[in-house]
Nanobody, 116 residues
Framework: QVHVVESGGGLVQPGGSLRLSCAAS????????MSWFRQAPGKQREWVAT???????NYAQSVKGRFTISRDNAKNTVYLQMISLKPEDTAVYYC??????????WGQGTQVTVSS
C-alpha cells in the first residue's frame, strides 16, 4: 500500500510565496513522473507542472516563471515552490505520483489561498 501526503498549503497575501511538499511512503521503491494539479472552486482540476524521472520539467503557461517543481528521489518527495502568488492561484493543490508500473497515486490535497 502506498500513502501520499501533501503539505505546505496555507493563506498568503498576493505576491507572497509558498512551498508545497508531497511525500510517498509504503510499498514503493521508485517513481517516474511526479506532477502537481490544482482545482479551484467550481472549476475542473487542471495540470500545473510535471517533473520526469530524469529531472526534465514542464509547466502550465499560467505558472511558468513563477512556480518551480523539484524532486528528491531518495525521499520519494516532490516539491512545488510558488512565488509571486496571485488570487487566481487559489485552489486545492494535489500531487500525482506515477510508479514504473503506470499506476498513479494521488494525495488528499492541500489548500492554497491567496488573499489580502
Amino acid at each position: 500500500q502506498v500513502h501520499v501526503v501533501e503539505s505546505g498549503g496555507g493563506l498568503v497575501q498576493p505576491g507572497g510565496s509558498l512551498r508545497l511538499s508531497c511525500a510517498a511512503s509504503g510499498s514503493i521503491v521508485s517513481l517516474n513522473g511526479m506532477s502537481w494539479f490544482r482545482q479551484a472552486p467550481g472549476k475542473q482540476r487542471e495540470w500545473v507542472a510535471t517533473i520526469g524521472s530524469g529531472g526534465s520539467t514542464n509547466y502550465a503557461q499560467s505558472v511558468k516563471g513563477r512556480f518551480t517543481i523539484s524532486r528528491d528521489n531518495a525521499k520519494n518527495t516532490v516539491y512545488l515552490q510558488m512565488i509571486s502568488l496571485k488570487p487566481e492561484d487559489t485552489a486545492v493543490y494535489y500531487c500525482r505520483l506515477t510508479a514504473p508500473s503506470g499506476i498513479n497515486y494521488w494525495g488528499q490535497g492541500t489548500q492554497v489561498t491567496v488573499s489580502s
